[in-house]
T-cell receptor
């Protein structure tokens, strides 16, 4: 079975532009997570979904960030407008209840 | 408040030495899970182990072993006879029933550097 798929792997954009990150979870997993990793803050959970429903978005830094999961096999994380401080590696992960989470390869975002 | 503490920022060893990574957690739940993940230089996060709060048996998998002690709220990880390929950042994480199992709360990570 394929692992968690994320696209793009790298994104370079200019401040103010909209950025959309995409994730395809592992088939059969009912949890999907978005994390952000920076040197300063480490790994932070931004939001997670259970059965396509957002359960906890308390980690989303501000209204510029939004996430959707229209179906069990696809999720997006959008930043609009982007700012240089959003530069980070964004990971998507999927899993089953109380189980291990399997991480995608990450998207390295650079906002100039 | 930080619920998972990895006090060691970086550990450097010479190949074939053993290395132990400390993890101390904090929770009020009686039911919880603990995890270890590895992040090699390539950047992906690799799952290593999951342990539930009711199972205090130590576990060994090849050169890896884990020591879970509820009395001290610790879940330490030992790499025996380290190899250069073990060089990575290792994260300890906690999942609590109070969060409906959804959240993995990660420690800050410990960088392990193994030199030949």
């Amino acid at each position: 079975d394929a692992g968690v798929i994320q696209s793009p792997r790298h994104e370079v954009t200019e401040m103010g532009q909209e950025v959309t990150l995409r994730c395809k979870p592992i088939s059969g997993h009912d949890y999907l997570f978005w994390y952000r990793q920076t040197m300063m803050r480490g790994l932070e959970l931004l939001i997670y979904f259970n059965n396509n429903v957002p359960i906890d978005d308390s980690g989303m830094p501000e209204d510029r960030f939004s996430a959707k999961m229209p179906n069990a096999s696809f999720s997006t994380l959008k930043i609009q407008p982007s700012e240089p401080r959003d530069s980070a590696v964004y990971f998507c992960a999927s899993g089953r209840q109380a189980g291990e989470q399997f991480f995608g390869p990450g998207t390295r975002l650079t906002v100039l | 408040a930080q619920k998972v503490t990895q006090a060691q920022t970086e550990i450097s060893v010479v190949e074939k030495e053993d290395v132990t990574l400390d993890c101390v957690y904090e929770t009020r739940d009686t039911t919880y899970y603990l995890f270890w993940y590895k992040q090699p230089p390539s950047g992906e996060l690799v799952f290593l182990i999951r342990r539930n709060s009711f199972d205090e048996q130590n576990e060994i998998s090849g050169r890896y072993s884990w020591n879970f002690q509820k009395s001290t709220s610790s879940f330490n990880f030992t790499i025996t006879a380290s190899q250069v390929v073990d060089s990575a950042v290792y994260f300890c994480a906690l999942s609590e029933a109070a969060d409906s199992w959804g959240k993995l709360q990660f420690g800050a990570g410990t960088q392990v550097v193994v030199t030949p």
